[in-house]
């Protein structure tokens, strides 16, 4: 199965991809995660994404398709893939379905979590990474809104979007999350 998780930053994708991974079996693919490792490994490529997202905007689709047609090319991708955080504008959405079409391995689902933006200056704040300080939080709002949103559209044309009330407890959020996987599973 190929699963998209789509957001505002801190709705949850990373805590909920790491239950949803597990529970199917796929393979958990984060270019947030990825952007951070490239930083810590200190390659030109992680200092460049940095220069971006430390000030709360995305990082240039060139780059952030790089490492994702790199990783793809792993063999434990077959198997399956969680996207969390990607794709993040148009340009992403329709270069992932040129790729998965080459390999006749469509999308099999869009999950839209969806949080109000006072629980989520709550949530990052309680967390404190390097670009959840009030300011940055505010910009990559604003790049989800102007950039990601359209998204929902595009996918819900699809016919596979699926909105997921992010509020709540983990565990009730992930009983929502396994709900409307359940039928893409049969
Ligand atoms: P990325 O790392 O993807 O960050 P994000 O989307 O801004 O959001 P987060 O990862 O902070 O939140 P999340 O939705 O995963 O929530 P989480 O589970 O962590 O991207 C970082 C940057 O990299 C971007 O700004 C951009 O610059 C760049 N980038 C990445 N991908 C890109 C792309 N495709 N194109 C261009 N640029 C890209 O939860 C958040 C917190 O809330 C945690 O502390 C968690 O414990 C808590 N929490 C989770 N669920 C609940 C709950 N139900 N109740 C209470 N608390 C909860
Ligand atoms: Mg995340």
Known sequence: MRIVFVGPP????????????DDIGVVHLSTGEMLREALYAGTSLGIRAAQFADVGKLVPDEVVLGIVVDRLEQSDCIQG????????????????????AERGMPLDLVLALQVPDEQIFKRLA???RADDKPETIKERLHQY???TAPLL???????ILRQIDGVGTEEEVF???QQAVLPARH
């Open 126 to 128: 309680a967390r404190g």
């Open 153 to 159: 559209e595009y996918y819900l044309r699809r016919g």
């Open 175 to 177: 009983a929502r999350v």
């Open 10 to 21: 801190g709705s949850g994708k990373g805590t909920q991809s790491q239950r949803l991974k």
């Open 145 to 147: 809104r102007d950039l």
């Open 81 to 100: 893939c969680l996207f969390d955080g990607f794709p993040r504008t148009l340009a992403q959405a329709e270069a992932l379905d040129g790729i998965l």
